[in-house]
């Protein structure tokens, strides 16, 4: 392995990526299209689900938000330490 990876830098890189993934479908689900998109990703995994789909509130979609933020900078920074561990590891 080359380099030691910066547990922070990780963190945040996948923190906004997990958080700007959702902003997209809560737009998504916000317009009025997430049950579009849910019925051809199920079509196309051949998934066949009976659910109703809750209507946008500011609150839970700003609080999935910060979850999923934290969430994948939690898993980031889980990761670079592992790397950077397993880096150790492969150099003795």
Known sequence: MTGALN???VGLTLGTFSALMHLVWLI???LG???KILDWVFFMHHLSFTFSLASFHLDRAIGLL???FVGGYVVGWIFAALWNWFGKIEKK
């Open 28 to 30: 998504v689900v916000g």
């Open 66 to 68: 910060i979850m999923t």
């Open 7 to 9: 547990k922070k830098r």
């Open 33 to 35: 299209l997430g049950w």
